[in-house]
């Protein structure tokens, strides 16, 4: 196939032309400066070859130009697709990137995330059990919306736990949330927003993983931060939870810091503290013999920390329950977040085992049991505090963008 005409180039074979411009001719086509007569100049290597063909303009006023032009593609084959596919794909569409909330999964080995994850569309279904309106999850893409129905299928019918996760998984979720009144009653609000979240195994988190800087840059770029506190795995020296917490909140603060990001010399970030298993036996036992547990006086009755008080229930089981590092954690979250930042939630991905008619039960109210080697749940999960956490996140960040968006306004007032 011959080059394409270039008007900025000499012709191959020639010299620059040092007379005039090639002028046009009545019928298009292009006649190369010269002799008088048309014929092209020799130069002193020789006669030099005739010049490509110059293609008609697309929008050619002679008909013959175009017929020409069909004839002379008719000898070059179409050019197959590289990628066949018999559905052509579509662009997600789940709100614009202002709608897009970031999330950060954190927590140490065994703390379980991937078993909150997969318990969060459970919690999203049964939230209007408890109150006005509900909530419901989907995901954007096929895989997030795999995870979604395996971690439900496993979690209801199959009634086991999740494997956890290896490496890192991103998932984004569309999250669409009953309408909520606004300030003094007026100006309504349906929370309807695209969730990124970054499921990572534990270990990820510990100092010198090879993955921890991608991690951390992750976490950086996030709006809010789950953080699940396991106090049954930080008895354990491979699953203390400031063993994960520490070096990471330094990479953090460092990166967050060159990016001229900390507010008061503190991480940005919303957090959610879940104090993880709350129906383990070796928790919730002293945690209701020490009145912590208040039980809820309809539905299912369950057992639940009320919100105005888990801030001094995590300090309890930091400076009491668990005692030694687990303070060390709460110090850290103190100087690393503004405390008014944080919230704290007692919360349980399973639930409780309850009764034929669904009531919780204080003599009988073990979830999990080992069955052939394996942990099986004894009744279909009712999660505790797993969706609010993330409602509560949504909350604070939408509050943020709209100061800073009336802050915005007030600026450019000023500036006017």
Same mark, same amino acid.
């Given at each position: 196939?011959?080059?394409?005409?270039?008007?900025?180039? =000499?012709?191959?074979?020639?010299?620059?032309?040092?007379?005039?411009?090639?002028?046009?001719?009545?019928?298009?086509?292009?006649?190369?400066?010269?002799?008088?007569?048309?014929?092209?100049?020799?130069?002193?290597?020789?006669?030099?070859?005739? =010049?490509?063909?110059?293609?008609?303009?697309?929008?050619?006023?002679?008909?013959?130009?175009?017929?020409?032009?069909?004839?002379?593609?008719?000898?070059?084959?179409?050019?197959?697709?590289?990628?066949?596919?018999?559905?052509?794909? &579509?662009?997600?569409?789940?709100?614009?990137?202002?709608?897009?909330?970031?999330?950060?999964?954190?927590?140490?080995?065994?703390?379980?995330?991937?078993?909150?994850?997969?318990?969060?569309?459970?919690?999203?279904?049964?939230?209007?059990?408890?109150?006005?309106?509900?909530?419901?999850?989907?995901?954007?893409?096929?895989?997030?919306?795999?995870?979604?129905?395996?971690?439900?299928?496993?979690?209801?019918?199959?009634?086991t736990f999740p494997e956890a996760t290896m490496g890192i998984r991103d998932m984004a979720w569309s999250v669409q949330g009953p309408q909520k009144k606004g300030m003094w009653g007026i100006g309504r609000r349906r929370p309807s927003f695209v969730l990124d979240i970054q499921d990572a195994a534990g270990e990820v988190f510990g100092d010198g993983h090879p993955q921890q800087a991608q991690l951390v840059g992750r976490l950086a770029r996030a709006q809010g931060l789950i953080y699940l506190f396991d106090p049954l795995g930080d008895a354990e020296e491979a699953t203390e939870n400031f063993n994960f917490l520490q070096s990471t909140l330094t990479q953090l603060t460092a990166q967050? &810091?060159?990016?001229?990001?900390?507010?008061?010399?503190?991480?940005?970030?919303?957090?959610?503290?879940?104090?993880?298993?709350?129906?383990? =036996?070796?928790?919730?036992?002293?945690?209701?013999?020490?009145?912590?547990?208040?039980?809820?006086?309809?539905?299912?009755?369950?057992?639940?920390? =009320?919100?105005?008080?888990?801030?001094?229930?995590?300090?309890?089981?930091?400076?009491?329950?668990?005692?030694?590092?687990? &303070?060390?954690?709460?110090?850290?979250?103190?100087?690393?977040?503004?405390?008014?930042?944080?919230?704290?939630?007692?919360?349980?991905?399973?639930?409780?085992?309850?009764?034929?008619?669904?009531?919780?039960?204080?003599?009988?109210?073990?979830?999990?049991?080992?069955?052939?080697?394996?942990?099986?749940?004894?009744?279909?999960?009712?999660?505790?505090?797993?969706?609010?956490?993330?409602?509560?996140?949504?909350?604070?960040?939408?509050?943020?963008?709209?100061?800073?968006?009336?802050?915005?306004?007030?600026?450019?007032?000023?500036?006017?």
């Open positions: 196939m011959p080059d394409l005409y270039d008007p900025n180039r =000499p012709y191959p074979g020639r010299e620059e032309p040092d007379g005039p411009t090639p002028e046009a001719t009545g019928n298009g086509t292009a006649r190369p400066a010269g002799h008088g007569d048309g014929s092209p100049r020799a130069t002193s290597a020789g006669p030099a070859p005739a =010049p490509a063909p110059i293609p008609a303009p697309a929008q050619s006023p002679d008909p013959a130009h175009a017929r020409a032009g069909a004839d002379e593609s008719a000898h070059f084959p179409p050019v197959p697709d590289s990628v066949p596919s018999p559905e052509p794909g &579509r662009v997600p569409s789940g709100g614009a990137d202002a709608d897009r909330i970031r999330i950060g999964l954190w927590g140490a080995p065994r703390s379980g995330k991937t078993t909150y994850l997969a318990a969060l569309p459970i919690a999203a279904m049964q939230y209007q059990r408890h109150h006005e309106g509900a909530w419901n999850i989907s995901g954007m893409t096929p895989e997030a919306n795999a995870f979604l129905s395996q971690g439900i299928d496993l979690l209801t019918r199959q009634r967050v &810091r060159n990016r001229q990001e900390l507010v008061g010399g503190r991480l940005p970030h919303h957090v959610s503290v879940c104090i993880t298993k709350f129906d383990h =036996p070796d928790i919730f036992k002293p945690s209701a013999e020490l009145g912590w547990a208040k039980q809820d006086t309809e539905g299912a009755a369950l057992p639940r920390v =009320p919100q105005e008080q888990s801030e001094r229930y995590f300090q309890w089981m930091c400076d009491d329950f668990r005692g030694s590092n687990a &303070r060390l954690v709460r110090d850290a979250l103190y100087a690393y977040f503004d405390p008014r930042r944080i919230s704290y939630y007692a919360t349980s991905a399973v639930g409780f085992r309850l009764t034929p008619q669904h009531v919780f039960d204080y003599n009988d109210y073990v979830q999990p049991v080992l069955v052939e080697t394996k942990q099986r749940l004894r009744t279909s999960p009712v999660p505790i505090n797993v969706l609010e956490p993330l409602i509560d996140l949504e909350e604070r960040v939408h509050r943020d963008r709209g100061r800073e968006g009336r802050a915005n306004v007030r600026r450019g007032r000023k500036q006017r």
